[in-house]
């Protein structure tokens, strides 16, 4: 008898997923330090309720996890900040905040791919862009106030969709829990540094989506190679 999808993990080939971490340290960097901060600096007594900015960002990313192949990339990216006295809205999500608890929204995505750029897979079909979204518990596990710095476990469960247009295919559940590390040293220098590392764990059906090779296709894989 066959598990169904969404209780049949596999854990993916990349445990670190080195690519994301430097993905977001870059771009919170480089919106720190040359984003256009529309909010002038306030005291820490006195933060605005709202921060706005937008800053350039450049990565270079594989095609998908586990591609021997990748791209760079140059784009734009905005930055956005609400301060509430429980409610808080920024790169994070929406969070519901206690001291040592925040529940929010988990956002991530990747880019589609054609498959004629691609060796592996020229002649698939090309692979869509790739949309996950889903709620993220985030447990406080040790700070330091005066030095900014704190470490936490984020237990992020996304479902993923593949986006066509405007329709959205749902390929599968991904779970990545991961122990990250903050250092926030705007008071100072106005850099913002975040960085997380742990396993990724996925439903079949995603893998598929990226890994499978459907049997029309596997002689003209096994003749390339």
């Known amino acids: 008898m066959a598990c169904h999808p969404c209780f049949k993990y596999k854990t993916c ?3 670190v997923c080195l690519s994301g971490i430097c993905m977001r340290v870059l771009f919170w960097i480089v919106c720190a330090v040359i984003g256009l901060q529309l909010v002038p600096p306030a005291r820490a007594e006195t933060l605005p309720r709202w921060e706005f900015g937008i800053g350039p960002a450049g990565f270079s990313l594989p095609d998908y996890r586990g591609s021997d192949e990748q791209r760079g990339y140059f784009v734009p990216l905005p930055y956005f900040k609400y301060r ?6 920024d790169r994070d999500g929406i969070l519901f905040k206690t001291d040592r608890l925040k529940l929010g929204l988990s956002l991530a995505g990747a880019l589609g791919v054609d498959s004629d750029d691609n060796n592996a897979r020229i002649g698939m079909p090309d692979l869509d862009p790739v949309l996950q979204l889903g709620p993220v518990l ?15 476990l984020a237990l992020p469960f996304r479902g993923v969709f593949a ?5 959205f295919d ?3 559940t991904l ?15 106005g850099w913002d540094v975040t960085t997380a590392i742990g ?3 996925a439903t079949e059906k995603y893998h598929d989506y990226y890994y499978e090779v459907m049997p029309a296709f596997a002689g003209t894989r096994a003749s390339d190679v």
């Open 13 to 15: 080939s990349t445990v």
């Open 84 to 89: 509430g006295e429980r409610l808080e809205i």
């Open 138 to 152: 985030e447990v406080m596990l040790w700070r330091d106030e005066e030095r900014h710095r704190r470490v936490s």
């Open 163 to 167: 986006v066509d247009g405007s329709a």
């Open 170 to 172: 749902r390929i599968g």
């Open 175 to 189: 779970f990545s829990p991961n122990v990250k590390f903050e250092f926030n040293s705007r008071h100072s220098y």
């Open 199 to 201: 396993p990724i764990y």
